[in-house]
Each structure stands twice: as C-alpha cells, then as structure tokens.
C-alpha cells in the first residue's frame, strides 16, 4: 500500500519546493530592480539573458500554453502515463501561474490536478 502511494506523496512534497522556486525566480530575478539596471549595462551577463528569455517566454505565454496542452493530453492518455504527463503538466503550469500566466495556466492546472486524483 505504502509503495502506490509513494509517488503522490513525493508528489505533494515537491510541489510546495517548485511553486517557492518560481516565486523565487519572480520575485528576484524578474521584478528586483537590481536586474533591472544591471540587465540594461551588461546584457551579455547570463542571468540577464535567462531574464531576457524566460521575459519572451511569459509575454507569448509559451509556459502556460505548454501546460495547457499537457494537461489536456494526460486526459486521454491512460493508466500511469497519463499521470506522468499530468505531473508534467503541474511543473508548466505553477510557474506559468506565478509568472503572469494565470488565466490559461490555471486551466492547466486544474485539468492536471483531476487528472492526477482520477483511478
């Protein structure tokens, strides 16, 4: 019993550490002013360029749209896979949440999540 329940539990484990990391990655990388001033001095700086990627990455909401149709497809995908791609799916779509994707990503979200409690 203890071995089927094991990866829900590393699961919701995991979960509270990823969703603390994107807002780590929100709130000090992407809004500290800090970057904001470094990034327009020295662009070539590799933290500047992850700003600059993962910024063109939320404006076409690559993130939320890659969780959406991840979610979706772990409902029509069965047994332990389609967990797995939901599980997938949760890992787009929380920093899709937090970083200012909301509105799709929280479909994503929701989907994967009643994926991830279906037998």
């Given at each position: 019993?203890?071995?089927?329940?094991?990866?829900?539990?590393?699961?919701?484990?995991?979960?509270?550490?990823?969703?603390?990391?994107?807002?780590?990655?929100?709130?000090?990388?992407?809004?500290?002013?800090?970057?904001?001033?470094?990034?327009?001095?020295?662009?070539?700086?590799?933290?500047?360029?992850?700003?600059?990627?993962?910024?063109?990455?939320?404006?076409?909401?690559?993130?939320?749209?890659?969780?959406?149709?991840?979610?979706?497809?772990?409902?029509?995908?069965?047994?332990?896979?389609?967990?797995?791609?939901?599980v997938l799916?949760?890992?787009?779509?929380?920093?899709?949440?937090v970083l200012?994707?909301?509105?799709?990503?929280?479909?994503?979200?929701?989907?994967?999540?009643?994926?991830?409690?279906?037998?």
């Open positions: 019993l203890m071995s089927r329940r094991l990866p829900l539990i590393l699961l919701l484990l995991c979960l509270p550490i990823w969703l603390a990391a994107s807002y780590g990655v929100r709130y000090v990388l992407m809004e500290d002013a800090q970057w904001v001033g470094t990034c327009v001095e020295q662009a070539q700086l590799w933290q500047c360029q992850a700003r600059s990627t993962l910024g063109l990455l939320i404006h076409f909401r690559v993130i939320a749209w890659t969780a959406l149709v991840l979610a979706l497809l772990a409902q029509v995908i069965p047994a332990r896979g389609g967990w797995r791609v939901a799916a949760l890992v787009f779509g929380i920093p899709a949440l200012y994707s909301a509105s799709i990503a929280v479909f994503a979200v929701v989907l994967a999540g009643l994926r991830l409690v279906r037998r």
